[in-house]
């Protein structure tokens, strides 16, 4: 985990993960790098209007994707 992240927990059926974790790794991909696109794309769809006060917190600026920032 690079310094300033932090990490969430997902409970996924045991067959799920397994698929995941096979095609994540003959794609040559990190499943932590893909959930955080999934996550990152799915927020770009459903994101909502917080009030200020959240906006102004460092936890609402870092979910913004570098593409986002810009």
Do not use: H
């Amino acid at each position: 985990m690079a310094q300033g992240e932090s990490s969430i927990r997902v409970y996924l059926s045991p067959e799920i993960k397994d698929r995941f974790k096979t095609v994540c790794f003959f794609k040559g991909l990190n499943m932590s790098d893909v959930s955080a696109e999934l996550i990152e794309n799915w927020l770009a769809k459903n994101d909502i209007e917080l009030p200020t006060s959240q906006k102004n917190s460092s936890t609402a600026k870092s979910k913004l994707s570098p593409k986002q920032k810009e």
